[in-house]
């Protein structure tokens, strides 16, 4: 009977179990399907087939541990090995979730990395193989080395040289050494007799037939179309990219192209200097005889002595050769001597670069040397190759002979002195007229807001020509428009200008720019004044009253009115409160925390949010209205206190003419009984 009831006790949670999973629809053993795979190190069932197209619903809920209890142990089929080896290409996904490059089924969808070797074996394919090319045997070797050409897609992803195929599409370079495997190849063409087999990509490289120190700018001669100009596939490449491919070279022993080249320009070739530098002589007759001829020549030899030139050692010969030694002027100018003379004008770059491209030379003056560079970059350098001699040059801007440090307030590329140096040029009517340029730059500049900061206020803050245009004429990248370069000096204007509706919310029409409302030399006080009216530069001009965005105008220019006349009332407040005396030190704290969300408010104009720009304006206008008022309790305060005083001062005079009245009186009483003291004194005698 004891046995009966543990037999009972037994079979019911049997039977509740069968029940349960007749239930929930739970296969039977028979009814399985087999694992084809081994599961050692394969232990998480559903890091696979939780997310898989197999995965049945009535499995929903299912664990890792209850897999087993049901699927019996197989061996796999049907999964493909790795076609190639583990080492390097450890991130599958790179070139498998691509779509293209043997892509994963649809139900491997969910997966990541670290599941797929849990199913795939590793099978390393040879390369080199009669076989029919696998994945593995299929991707090619990189022709060349790969030292300093790590950005692959500075010359594949252009569609010209080795494009990438199709299925590459929006991969980063960061993943090419995961399946091309670097080889190696001669970077430049070899003399050896020609071979029938196609060039490899490296083997076509030229390599770069000269030094490539102080040339670094290697689009300055190969893109103008003259020098060795570079193929159509070569198009929108930077000068980055060029020594990742071409190997340079040493200069006279590089072989010649076979192909004809044309000859640097003039003004292109570096003007070596004649002698070493910093030397100079006991006796200079350059300087001798220049002074005692007058006139031009002696003014020559007086610019020089200023010059930071002379300071430091470099001398008549260092530009114009000869030998300052020689007394007589034949044998000091001789051919024979290295003369030079005075250089065209299309040779003085090149005559200046020949010191100021040396980091040697410059390094000490903490000089930059890339301003040649930079010429040739700019309208007057690409001019001045174009032939036209009436462009600016070195010489032009730092006054030829008298060449001052641009710190030196006598400088003509001093700050203050800068805008009336390139007027020299740009106010010239005749000139100008010739390249279709107004003439009237300077004057325009000269009443702005800038102009008057920088020639009336002497605020070397302020810009000048060289802060929007270059110093040395060349812009930097993308600010080829003026406007562009507003934002190095009003950094968080532009930002809130990118983020408003007048940059991201125009279609099909330019949007405004700085110089659409505030002009381009003439910039003008910006006032609030310019969001009425439908005067150039208003908002009006582009919006017509009674539009729904005028109405938004409107709003903005009432919150910043009132802003900026609390803020004008508590400041006259205060001042008025401190003429009398009275220390406004805690007011005019809260008058500065007022003013900063009120410049807040002005530059958020730009993004023409409104909900923003009233906000900072109630900020301001709160801080304001308590520093107003502050001010005035004060100023209430003191007439108080003088009531008072004069109140009290009344009292005061008042007790003292009582005080003298009673005096008075006493005195005379006083008086009174001493003269009848004296008559009763008189009659007893």
Same mark, same amino acid.
């Given at each position: 009977?004891r046995?009966?009831? @543990?037999?009972?006790?037994?079979?019911?949670?049997?039977v509740?179990?069968?029940?349960?999973?007749?239930?929930?629809?739970?296969?039977?053993?028979? &009814?399985?399907?087999?694992?084809p795979?081994?599961?050692?190190?394969?232990?998480?069932c559903l890091g696979?087939?939780?997310?898989g197209e197999d995965?049945?619903?009535?499995?929903q809920g299912?664990?890792?541990?209850?897999?087993?209890e049901?699927?019996?142990?197989?061996d796999?089929?049907? @999964?493909p090995p790795?076609p190639?080896?583990?080492? *390097?290409q450890?991130d599958?996904?790179v070139c498998?979730?691509q779509?293209?490059?043997?892509?994963f089924p649809?139900d491997h969808?969910?997966?990541?990395?670290?599941?797929?070797?849990?199913?795939?074996?590793i099978?390393?394919?040879?390369? $080199? !193989?009669a076989?029919?090319? !696998?994945?593995a045997?299929?991707i090619p070797? @990189?022709?060349?080395?790969i030292?300093?050409?790590?950005?692959?897609?500075?010359?594949?992803?252009?569609?010209?040289m080795k494009?990438?195929?199709a299925?590459?599409?929006g991969?980063? %370079?960061?993943?090419?050494?995961?399946? #091309?495997?670097?080889g190696?190849a001669p970077?430049s063409?070899?003399?050896?007799?020609?071979?029938?087999e196609?060039? /490899?990509?490296?083997?076509?490289?030229?390599g770069?037939?000269?030094?490539? &120190?102080?040339?670094?700018d290697?689009?300055?001669? #190969?893109?103008? *179309?003259?020098?060795?100009?570079?193929p159509? $596939?070569?198009?929108?490449?930077?000068?980055?990219?060029?020594?990742?491919?071409?190997?340079? *070279?040493?200069?006279?022993?590089?072989?010649?192209?076979?192909?004809p080249?044309?000859?640097?320009?003039?003004?292109?070739?570096?003007?070596p200097?004649?002698i070493?530098?910093p030397?100079?002589f006991?006796e200079n007759?350059?300087?001798?005889?220049?002074?005692?001829?007058?006139?031009?020549?002696e003014?020559?030899?007086?610019?020089w002595?200023?010059?930071?030139?002379?300071?430091?050692?470099?001398?008549?010969?260092?530009?114009?050769?000869?030998?300052?030694?020689?007394?007589?002027a034949?044998?000091?100018?001789?051919?024979?001597?290295?003369f030079?003379g005075?250089l +065209?004008k299309?040779s003085? +770059?090149?005559?200046?670069?020949?010191?100021?491209?040396?980091?040697?030379?410059?390094?000490?003056?903490?000089?930059?040397?890339?301003q040649?560079?930079?010429?040739?970059?700019?309208?007057?350098?690409q001019?001045?190759?174009?032939?036209?001699?009436?462009v600016?040059?070195?010489?032009?801007?730092?006054?030829q002979?008298?060449?001052? %440090?641009?710190?030196?307030?006598?400088?003509q590329?001093y700050? !203050?002195?800068e805008?009336?140096?390139c007027?020299?040029?740009?106010? $010239?009517?005749?000139?100008?007229?010739?390249?279709?340029?107004? =003439?009237?730059?300077?004057?325009l500049y000269?009443?702005?807001?800038?102009g008057?900061?920088?020639?009336?206020?002497?605020?070397l803050?302020?810009p /000048?020509?060289?802060?929007c245009? *270059?110093?040395?004429?060349?812009?930097p990248?993308?600010?080829?428009?003026?406007?562009?370069?507003?934002?190095q000096c #009003?950094?968080?204007t532009? $930002?809130?200008y990118?983020?408003?509706?007048?940059r991201?919310g125009? /279609?099909?029409q330019?949007?405004p720019e700085c110089?659409t409302c505030?002009?381009?030399?003439?910039v003008p006080?910006?006032t609030?004044?310019?969001l009425?009216g439908?005067?150039?530069?208003?908002?009006?001009?582009?919006?017509a009253?009674?539009?729904?965005?005028?109405?938004q105008?409107?709003?903005i220019?009432?919150?910043?009115?009132a802003?900026d006349?609390a803020?004008?009332?508590?400041?006259?407040?205060?001042?008025?409160?401190?003429?009398?005396?009275?220390?406004?030190?805690?007011q005019?704290?809260l008058?500065h925390?007022a003013?900063?969300p009120?410049?807040?408010s002005?530059?958020l104009q730009?993004?023409v949010?409104?909900?923003?720009?009233q906000?900072?304006?109630?900020?301001?206008?709160?801080?304001?209205?308590?520093a107003?008022?502050?001010?005035?309790?004060?100023?209430r305060?003191?007439d108080?206190?003088?009531?008072?005083?004069?109140?009290?001062?009344?009292?005061?005079l008042?007790t003292?003419v009582?005080?003298?009245?009673?005096?008075r009186?006493l005195?005379?009483d006083?008086?009174s009984?001493? =003269?009848?003291h004296?008559?009763?004194s008189?009659?007893?005698?």
């Amino acid at each position: 009977m004891r046995i009966v009831r @543990i037999l009972l006790v037994l079979a019911v949670p049997i039977v509740l179990l069968s029940l349960a999973a007749s239930a929930y629809g739970l296969p039977r053993l028979d &009814e399985s399907e087999t694992v084809p795979h081994p599961i050692v190190g394969r232990l998480d069932c559903l890091g696979c087939h939780a997310g898989g197209e197999d995965f049945a619903e009535e499995h929903q809920g299912v664990t890792n541990e209850t897999c087993t209890e049901c699927h019996l142990i197989g061996d796999p089929e049907g @999964i493909p090995p790795v076609p190639h080896p583990k080492e *390097g290409q450890e991130d599958c996904l790179v070139c498998h979730a691509q779509g293209a490059m043997k892509p994963f089924p649809g139900d491997h969808s969910f997966q990541t990395n670290e599941f797929c070797l849990n199913c795939h074996q590793i099978s390393v394919v040879a390369v $080199d !193989t009669a076989e029919p090319a !696998t994945a593995a045997s299929a991707i090619p070797v @990189i022709p060349h080395p790969i030292e300093g050409r790590g950005d692959c897609l500075v010359c594949h992803d252009l569609g010209k040289m080795k494009p990438f195929p199709a299925d590459h599409e929006g991969r980063a %370079k960061e993943t090419c050494l995961n399946c #091309h495997q670097p080889g190696e190849a001669p970077a430049s063409p070899t003399t050896e007799a020609p071979t029938t087999e196609a060039p /490899t990509a490296a083997a076509a490289i030229p390599g770069v037939p000269h030094p490539v &120190e102080g040339r670094e700018d290697c689009l300055m001669c #190969h893109d103008t *179309g003259q020098v060795k100009p570079f193929p159509a $596939d070569h198009e929108g490449r930077g000068n980055e990219s060029c020594l990742g491919c071409h190997e340079a *070279g040493g200069g006279e022993e590089a072989a010649p192209s076979p192909e004809p080249t044309a000859v640097l320009p003039p003004s292109v070739q570096i003007v070596p200097t004649p002698i070493q530098e910093p030397e100079m002589f006991g006796e200079n007759t350059c300087i001798t005889c220049h002074e005692g001829l007058g006139g031009r020549s002696e003014q020559i030899t007086a610019d020089w002595s200023e010059s930071v030139h002379s300071r430091q050692g470099v001398g008549c010969v260092s530009c114009h050769g000869g030998d300052p030694t020689q007394a007589d002027a034949g044998a000091a100018m001789s051919p024979e001597a290295g003369f030079l003379g005075p250089l +065209p004008k299309e040779s003085i +770059p090149g005559l200046c670069g020949s010191c100021h491209t040396r980091v040697d030379l410059m390094r000490p003056f903490d000089l930059p040397t890339d301003q040649l560079d930079q010429y040739w970059q700019s309208q007057h350098g690409q001019a001045l190759l174009e032939g036209d001699p009436n462009v600016a040059t070195c010489f032009d801007c730092h006054d030829q002979h008298r060449v001052l %440090k641009a710190s030196d307030p006598s400088s003509q590329v001093y700050p !203050t002195n800068e805008p009336e140096m390139c007027a020299g040029c740009h106010a $010239d009517q005749a000139l100008m007229s010739s390249y279709g340029i107004p =003439a009237d730059q300077y004057g325009l500049y000269q009443q702005s807001v800038h102009g008057v900061a920088m020639l009336e206020n002497q605020d070397l803050r302020a810009p /000048t020509c060289s802060t929007c245009h *270059g110093k040395h004429g060349a812009a930097p990248p993308g600010y080829q428009q003026v406007a562009n370069v507003c934002g190095q000096c #009003h950094a968080k204007t532009e $930002d809130y200008y990118l983020e408003g509706a007048h940059r991201t919310g125009m /279609t099909g029409q330019a949007a405004p720019e700085c110089v659409t409302c505030h002009g381009q030399h003439d910039v003008p006080r910006p006032t609030r004044d310019l969001l009425v009216g439908t005067d150039d530069r208003h908002c009006g001009m582009c919006h017509a009253p009674g539009s729904a965005v005028a109405g938004q105008v409107d709003a903005i220019y009432q919150s910043l009115t009132a802003a900026d006349t609390a803020y004008e009332e508590a400041e006259a407040t205060i001042a008025q409160a401190t003429e009398r005396r009275l220390i406004m030190a805690e007011q005019e704290e809260l008058l500065h925390q007022a003013n900063t969300p009120l410049v807040e408010s002005r530059a958020l104009q730009h993004n023409v949010i409104v909900e923003e720009i009233q906000a900072k304006a109630e900020e301001s206008m709160e801080l304001s209205n308590q520093a107003q008022a502050s001010a005035e309790e004060a100023l209430r305060g003191l007439d108080t206190r003088r009531l008072g005083m004069i109140i009290a001062l009344a009292f005061i005079l008042v007790t003292v003419v009582a005080l003298v009245l009673i005096k008075r009186e006493l005195d005379r009483d006083l008086e009174s009984k001493r =003269a009848g003291h004296r008559s009763g004194s008189s009659a007893g005698e």
